[in-house]
T-cell receptor, first 113, second 116 residues
Framework: KNQVEQSPQSLIILEGKNCTLQCNYTVSPFSNLRWYKQDTGRGPVSLTIMTFSENTKSNGRYTATLDADTKQSSLHITASQLSDSASYICVVSRTSNDYKLSFGAGTTVTVRA | NAGVTQTPKFRILKIGQSMTLQCTQDMNHNYMYWYRQDPGMGLKLIYYSVGAGITDKGEVPNGYNVSRSTTEDFPLRLELAAPSQTSVYFC???????????????FGPGTRLTVL
């Protein structure tokens, strides 16, 4: 059973609208949670990294939140653009130098004009 | 900096053939990784290396081999390709941080492999 579950699996939104992606994890112990953006045919690129002591972090129009007590995270995309069309992957690690990361399956976001 | 580069971008193999996926990074990162990404699944770690001459198995190492003779290069070898190895392969690298700072991984563009 995957230790990182993401929802929804996919979603379609109109350009300019906001959306929120969810990530629930059961990984323990917990050190940090990362959100990656993966464009079609490309490798994942880091958006945010949050440690257990942080509950929100922003990167431009992307805002990630973390509730380490309930083991939930969300990624909010504000004023979506066509270039936001991608897969968004939630990744959890046990230690700061943990090379054995747990990856979610991703949420595919399609932004339409 | 080119970052992490991978070759080839695409490859079709016949069952039983062998090939090497190349990965090079120019960021002087100690750690390097090989992942596979299957449709609808999270990335799975195949092998990793914490420095030249040191490699270790990840979650799904069967059917693969690696070597790390230099800091920059981390090739992945497929021996006797099987249809189950059809996947997209990503190489990544990172520099281990200290003091509780997070070790961020940087990914290459991927190699799409089909075994028929």
């Amino acid at each position: 059973k995957n230790q990182v579950e993401q929802s929804p699996q996919s979603l379609i939104i109109l350009e300019g609208k906001n959306c929120t992606l969810q990530c629930n994890y059961t990984v323990s112990p917990f050190s940090n949670l990362r959100w990656y953006k993966q464009d079609t045919g490309r490798g994942p690129v880091s958006l945010t990294i949050m440690t257990f002591s942080e509950n929100t972090k922003s990167n431009g129009r992307y805002t990630a939140t973390l509730d380490a007590d309930t083991k939930q995270s969300s990624l909010h995309i504000t004023a979506s653009q066509l270039s936001d069309s991608a897969s968004y992957i939630c990744v959890v690690s046990r230690t700061s130098n943990d090379y054995k990361l747990s990856f979610g399956a991703g949420t595919t976001v399609t932004v339409r004009a | 900096n080119a970052g992490v580069t991978q070759t080839p971008k695409f490859r079709i193999l016949k069952i039983g053939q062998s090939m090497t996926l190349q990965c090079t990074q120019d960021m002087n990162h100690n750690y390097m990784y090989w992942y596979r990404q299957d449709p609808g699944m999270g990335l799975k770690l195949i092998y990793y290396s914490v420095g030249a001459g040191i490699t270790d198995k990840g979650e799904v190492p069967n059917g693969y081999n690696v070597s790390r003779s230099t800091t920059e290069d981390f090739p992945l070898r497929l021996e006797l390709a099987a249809p189950s190895q059809t996947s997209v392969y990503f190489c990544a690298s990172s520099y281990p941080r200290t003091g509780g700072n997070v070790d961020e991984q940087f990914f290459g563009p991927g190699t799409r492999l089909t075994v028929l």
